[in-house]
T-cell receptor, first 113, second 109 residues
Framework: TAGITQAPTSQILAAGRSMTLRCTQDMRHNAMYWYRQDLGLGLRLIHY???????GKGEVPDGYSVSRANTDDFPLTLASAVPSQTSVYFC????????????FGEGSRLTVL | GQNIDQPTEMTATEGAIVQINCTYQ??????LFWYQQHAGEAPTFLSY??LDGLEEKGRFSSFLSRSKGYSYLLLKELQMKDSASYLC??????????WGAGTKLIIKP
């Protein structure tokens, strides 16, 4: 089973350009999340979605937007990338918000120059 | 503010036992998770504690004391493949996950 698929796995982006990180899950989970992981810091929540059609802001939402048009897809968009957005981005899902384990995608390594 | 503390790095010997501690201060508590993350990979679920006591799962055990805001992950019969980062995370009263920075475990032969 695929679980969660993220794309691209790695990307170098010029500052000021826009970028969408894709995330698709096949587990029919209601909740989905986007995290960023930086060296020495814990996973930080960017945005989340309780269910299709709803989204919410996490700890570090500025500069990022998400949409949840259906259950399976949860893309993350950087409208105008800045170097501080250089990070590893993980998409995750769970059966519902705050309940049960999270299943993570393999991560997308983004470098903004 | 909400805070989770765990050691940055630990070293242990193959075949030995290691205990990784996690202390937390959160607004409410709805469970504590441990995840394993190998370098360059995604975190994977190890254990979940919501009541006080010890949960055992093979070579791994996790302990929780809610009154002390404390948990530990115990790894027995260490193998080289256990070299990884171990992440502690707490679900707060709003059912949001608060993550520690992780403990990098180095296993030496």
């Amino acid at each position: 089973t695929a679980g969660i698929t993220q794309a691209p796995t790695s990307q170098i982006l010029a500052a000021g350009r826009s970028m969408t990180l894709r995330c698709t899950q096949d587990m029919r989970h209601n909740a989905m999340y986007w995290y960023r992981q930086d060296l020495g810091l814990g996973l930080r929540l960017i945005h989340y979605s309780n269910t299709a059609g709803t989204t919410g802001k996490g700890e570090v939402p500025d500069g990022y937007s998400v949409s949840r048009a259906n259950t399976d897809d949860f893309p993350l968009t950087l409208a105008s990338a800045v170097p501080s957005q250089t990070s590893v981005y993980f998409c995750a899902s769970s059966d519902s918000i705050g309940a049960g384990e999270l299943f993570f995608g393999e991560g997308s390594r983004l470098t903004v120059l | 503010g909400q805070n989770i503390d765990q050691p940055t790095e630990m070293t242990a010997t193959e075949g030995a036992i290691v205990q990784i501690n996690c202390t937390y201060q959160t607004s409410g508590f709805n469970g504590l998770f441990w995840y394993q993350q190998h370098a360059g990979e995604a975190p994977t679920f190890l254990s979940y504690n919501v009541l006080d006591g010890l949960e055992e799962k093979g070579r791994f055990s996790s302990f929780l004391s809610r009154s002390k805001g404390y948990s530990y992950l115990l790894l027995k019969e260490l193998q080289m493949k256990d070299s990884a980062s171990y992440l502690c995370a707490v679900t707060d009263s709003n059912y949001q996950l608060i993550w520690g920075a992780g403990t990098k475990l180095i296993i030496k032969p």
